[in-house]
């Protein structure tokens, strides 16, 4: 059932992460008041007997699951026990406990790295297991990708009201800017910052991008998710069902570019002028990754915010916790 209610109970997963802090914002500011949330350290959602006795004893009318092992591309390929493990055990507490309290809407992330390697572009929702997954994330996206049939099969079996949601990739406040572990946005944020003036001569040094910079990728502010999310919770059921292909709709902004076109804006922004090479030793991943997104588009909803103003606002919020990082 749709959220409309002002009062009703929403259980944000992983609340303090990029997405779902973001989540929590536009929830507030669209007027919810009763919103809630635990941490990793509080409640550990792989424990199945935690997570159960959480939704007893919370019992939320609303969940959204932004709680998830996430990482770049080294990440996923360095540590694919923690990526495929915790997610699945994540997902399967997570959803099971909303089932089995009657939770009136649940918005699962996956994430479009699902998709085939060599999915056509953009890519729709129906190229869902068409072809081979790229080797170095196949392992997030099988259990991804179990997560949305997990939903999927709830709803067949139980009726449940569950959606999975399909971002492409996301960058904002509260993103992982650890150099080994994040995704490209952050990491080349950090690095042309730290670049700057940072040559001997005092001019700006040198940045390397991992690969060949010729993949393409395609980016959406964290805050534009988190309002497609609250969009997708208003959304009436037979609206929503009508639109979402076996209840999955993809996120995205409908344009891409080349990481080296990427590094090229964030110089712009962070106003680095060094020289920039690349590391051929590191992984390129998949070649491209644009989605189709004519089913949010049908519904209503589209992005708003540029990817030039989107490194800004990350950019500004980075300068503001940048000793955390730089201490970590
Ligand atoms: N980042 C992207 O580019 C991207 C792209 C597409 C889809 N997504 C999806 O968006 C969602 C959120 O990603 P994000 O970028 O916001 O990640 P994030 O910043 O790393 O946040 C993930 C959150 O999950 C929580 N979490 C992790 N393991 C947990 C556990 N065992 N028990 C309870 N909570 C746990 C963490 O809680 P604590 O902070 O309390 O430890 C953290 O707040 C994920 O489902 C991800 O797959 C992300
Ligand atoms: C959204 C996420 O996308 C992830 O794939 P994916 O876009 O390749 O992950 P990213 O780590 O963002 O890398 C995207 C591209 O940027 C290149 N790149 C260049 N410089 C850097 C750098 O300094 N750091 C990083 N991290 N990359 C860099 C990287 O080689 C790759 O071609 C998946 O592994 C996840 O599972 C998830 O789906």
């Given at each position: 059932m749709h959220l409309s209610d002002p009062s009703a109970s929403i259980y944000i997963a992983g609340h303090r992460g990029m997405v779902g802090s973001a989540i929590w914002s536009a929830l507030e500011s669209a007027g919810y008041e009763n919103i809630f949330g635990r941490t990793s350290s509080e409640l550990d959602l792989r424990n199945q007997a935690d997570t159960h006795a959480f939704f007893e004893a919370q019992q939320p009318d609303y969940v959204v699951v932004a709680a998830a092992r996430v990482g770049g591309i080294l990440a996923n390929d360095q540590y694919p026990a923690d990526f495929l493990y915790d997610n699945l055990a994540i997902e399967a507490n997570v959803l099971r406990a909303a089932q089995q309290h009657g939770v009136k809407r649940l918005v699962f992330l996956g994430s479009t790295c699902?998709?085939?390697?060599?999915?056509?572009?953009?890519?729709?929702?129906?190229?869902?297991?068409?072809?081979?997954?790229?080797?170095?994330?196949?392992?997030?996206a099988v259990a991804k990708i179990a997560g949305h049939k997990l939903c999927q099969a709830f709803h067949r079996q139980h009726g449940s009201d569950m959606v999975t949601l399909m971002p492409t990739n996301l960058y904002g406040p509260n993103d992982n800017f650890d150099l080994e572990t994040s995704h490209v946005l952050p990491a080349?944020?950090?690095?042309?910052?730290?670049?700057?003036?940072?040559?001997p001569d005092g001019s700006d040094a040198s940045v390397t991008l991992w690969g060949s910079g010729t993949p393409k990728r395609e980016?959406?502010?964290?805050?534009?998710?988190?309002?497609?999310?609250?969009?997708?919770?208003?959304?009436?059921?037979?609206?929503?069902?009508?639109?979402?292909?076996?209840?999955?709709?993809?996120?995205?902004v409908g344009k891409d570019l080349s990481i080296n076109e990427l590094a090229a804006t964030i110089q712009d922004v962070v106003g680095h002028d060094g020289p920039i090479e690349h590391?051929?030793?590191?992984?390129?991943?998949?070649?491209?990754?644009?989605?189709?997104?004519?089913?949010?588009?049908?519904?209503?909803?589209?992005?708003?915010?540029?990817?030039?103003?989107?490194?800004?606002?990350?950019?500004?919020w980075y300068r503001e916790h940048e000793d955390e990082w730089v201490a970590a």
């Open positions: 699902i998709y085939p390697k060599h999915a056509p572009q953009p890519m729709p929702e129906d190229s869902l297991l068409t072809g081979p997954l790229e080797p170095t994330n196949q392992w997030y080349l944020l950090r690095k042309f910052h730290e670049a700057k003036g940072a040559a980016f959406l502010y964290s805050h534009d998710l988190a309002d497609a999310v609250r969009f997708v919770l208003e959304t009436r059921e037979d609206d929503l069902r009508e639109a979402a292909y076996e209840g999955m709709l993809n996120v995205g590391d051929p030793s590191k992984p390129d991943g998949t070649p491209r990754k644009l989605v189709d997104t004519t089913r949010m588009d049908e519904l209503g909803w589209s992005a708003k915010t540029s990817l030039h103003d989107g490194i800004q606002k990350t950019y500004d």
